[in-house]
């Protein structure tokens, strides 16, 4: 169970709420994990859907890609990889790390041990990270190449919703990347 493994992250020492890689789990998300992506604007938290799991891909992704050929490749996210969605002024469609601070989590929360990488160096681009605490969704960060977020996100309460958007910047060409981060409670 989470919340009993006391860690230290360089500076930061606290109780281990959650691991995007160690919580991954096929079909179904661990307890208090959603995968998701935005329908409409990122900002707009109340669409924020739930991608749907597809075996053969080992993937979760929109209702449009597994809808098979010719079906707009939305965002998806695997374990190992993922790709956000389409390009747009409104933020684009991102792929949505999304946790929900389970009984007994709430507390002084921390992003920690983030690390993204944009795979397709090789090729011009960026990939945008975003982090949302309930209904507000904070600014863009650029990465083009690597990057991390480690963040304080302060003090929270049980069933507060925190969730790590990676959206296509201005481009969703060579967009696929890797990304890892735990929350923790100080
Ligand atoms: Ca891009």
Partial sequence: MAGVLLIVTGAQAGELVASFKEDFQDETPKKGWQYQWNADTVDDTATYANLSYQSEKHA???DPYAGGEGAPAGPYIKRD?????AESSSGGKNCIYTYTLQAGQGGKISITDSTIIRVDQANP???EVRIRVNDTVGDPVSIETKGSFDRELGTLKDGDVISVLVGPGASANFDMYRVDFSLIKE
């Fill in 60 to 62: 979760y992704v929109t």
């Fill in 125 to 127: 681009g960026d990939i």
């Fill in 81 to 85: 990889f993922a790709h956000p969605g």
